[in-house]
């Protein structure tokens, strides 16, 4: 479109111009143009009275067209006049193309809206294992939406370094609606980590990520990140501080083991 308002102005430039250098080339004196007719022989004419010669360049010179008047002249200025207006004509289609397209790509987007997929984290619970000294954490990774879709990679890491817990998934899994991938995993405990869960307050670091690919077969990464409180006898409670929304990822790599 930008070129095409640059032809658009550069052709309206030459219109007005054209005009402009007309009536420059009538604008010269007498003197000029008899200067001009010394430098090329001309046929042997009858010569005319210095009357007759003041009069002709005097009507002459009332003559001088206006440079307006190049507009409506014929053919110039109607043929000047249907090339601006066909340049408007290809300004106002492309304008139009553009809002058309602009529409058909949000119409797509709207579309495709109806297709996009999603996981959640739900059920946590965290249980004491007295024969082990770990806490026992369960999680499940929920499909939310009404279509199938493939877990691709998964990778949560529980507690802080260098006591932590990570349960990984590296092979595509078949993820149907409302039917959860179940992950548990142990955390060592140390006794001022149990007073805290005994008290009520223990709180797990939990951070990571889960790609999958939906219906429109383009991988998505949601990242994970927040704190799992847990408590003795108590359901447990996350609270994120990332949000889980998807956002599209690289191509999974199918040959990566």
Known sequence: MLKTLAILAFVCIAVVAMPAHNQVVSSRTPSQRQQDAQKTPAPSVAPITNNQSTAYYQQEGKEKPQGWHKFVAWPEGITALAIVFTFFAIVWQSIWTQLSVRASRDSIRLQESAYSQWIALSNWSVKYREDRGELDIHVEILNQTAFPLILNRAQITFGDKPNTATATLNEDYFLAPQIPYVIERGLHTYNDQ????????????VEGSITHTGTLKRPQTQDIGGILIAARDQPASFSAFIPMHPKESAQVDDTQE
């Open 194 to 205: 149990l007073r805290a869960f005994d008290a009520g307050y223990f709180g797990i670091m």
